[in-house]
């Protein structure tokens, strides 16, 4: 049996759905899990958590948790119950549980910081779940036209011109990275960065000083994996390689692998995200001298539907938990022997 402080250590950064599909798939392995989350987000009813409430934003840090979680028995219910989204109530419709057990909570034991860790110890997480800073800071996205959007959602569903490429993107104010953030990359045997929506959930993480410096300077492998889709407002039209480059505008060329998806995709859901002006995402990378391009199949079968009350767009088709686990746990295995 291999003792828990020889277990290997992967790192996932990055937020939302992307997220929590990579740590629901590696939790049924022996690692030693982290996951590092973006804390910019102003949408939905994280708007309502930090307006209302004066924390940071806390539904990238739930799913993260219930990813994590124990699913069995007891634990499996409130994994659900975390989950649960209500779709009645004057003052709380559109709101999760999880948002708002995490608030109270926050306040019983006086700092979000621990109950974001007491809120493990509930769903007996299998990992930890780091905010990557504990600023209250927003993202800002300047455009091509030269116009800024000072908020995260306006970024995600903008009122603008969707196709209009985004050429600066910054934190305000500031943020300090967490220590435990910083720790835990250099720590790590492999570095998990998405998927997720580039500008939104992957991207803050890379804008928080020091921990570009931590990732260039790491030890372990460094792994993106490449989204399934195109983003209207973020990525119209990209390609892989014009991922990338975003990418190593913050971190250089410090990327090993780069996992590509190489299934088709349902007729029936790309005709549904074709309305939205969004693609699928084309491979045009190659081997290079500094990384490697990893294709599987990776798309699950599920299209996904979102609840009534969720003012969010969602995404229908996403990375199969299961599969992309098997090919990470390969680069660990390769990357450590």
Same mark, same amino acid.
Do not use: M, W
């Given at each position: 049996m291999t003792n828990k402080k020889d277990q290997k250590r992967i790192v996932c950064i990055g937020g939302g759905t992307g997220t929590f599909v990579v740590l629901r798939g590696l939790k049924q392995y022996p690692y030693t899990l982290s996951a590092i989350v973006t804390m910019s987000d102003s949408g939905g009813s994280n708007r309502r958590i930090r307006d209302e409430f004066g924390l940071l934003p806390t539904s990238d840090i739930r799913q993260?948790?219930?990813?994590? @979680?124990?699913?069995?028995? #007891?634990?499996?219910l409130l994994r659900k119950l975390f989950m649960y989204r209500f779709e009645k109530g004057t003052g709380i419709a559109g709101m999760t549980f999880g948002n708002l057990f995490m608030a109270a909570l926050s306040d019983i034991v006086g700092s979000q910081e621990e109950a974001i860790r007491q809120t493990g110890k509930v769903l007996r997480v299998k990992g930890s779940v780091i905010p990557v800073t504990l600023t209250d800071t927003n993202l800002?996205?300047?455009?091509?036209? #030269?116009?800024?959007?000072?908020?995260?959602h306006l970024i995600d569903e903008p009122t603008h011109d969707g196709r209009m490429p985004i050429v600066d993107a910054y934190l305000k104010p500031t943020a300090k990275p967490n220590p435990e953030a910083l720790a835990a990359v250099r720590a790590a045997d492999l570095i998990v960065v998405g998927p997720g929506d580039l500008y939104t959930s992957v991207l803050p993480n890379l804008l928080v000083p020091g921990i570009p410096e931590s990732l260039k300077a790491a030890k372990g492998k460094l792994v993106y994996v490449m989204n399934l889709m195109t983003k209207f407002g973020q990525t +119209? &039209?990209?390609?892989?390689?014009?991922?990338?480059?975003?990418?190593? /505008?913050?971190?250089? /060329? @410090?990327?090993? +692998?780069?996992?590509? &998806? @190489?299934? /088709?995709? @349902?007729?029936?859901?790309?005709?549904? +995200?074709a309305k939205y002006h969004e693609v699928p995402v084309v491979n045009d990378l190659v081997d290079t001298s500094y990384y490697r391009v990893e294709e599987a199949e990776l798309v699950g079968k599920t299209l996904y539907a979102k609840s009534s009350s969720d003012a969010l767009i969602r995404s229908l088709i996403r990375h199969d938990s299961d599969a992309l686990a098997r090919v990470l746990v390969s680069l660990v295995e390769r990357s450590t022997v």
């Open positions: 993260c948790l219930v990813a994590l @979680s124990d699913e069995n028995g #007891g634990a499996g800002y996205a300047t455009y091509e036209d #030269g116009h800024t959007e000072t908020e995260e +119209y &039209n990209f390609t892989a390689a014009d991922h990338l480059r975003v990418l190593e /505008k913050q971190i250089g /060329k @410090s990327i090993d +692998y780069v996992i590509v &998806n @190489s299934a /088709k995709l @349902s007729p029936k859901a790309l005709a549904i +995200y």
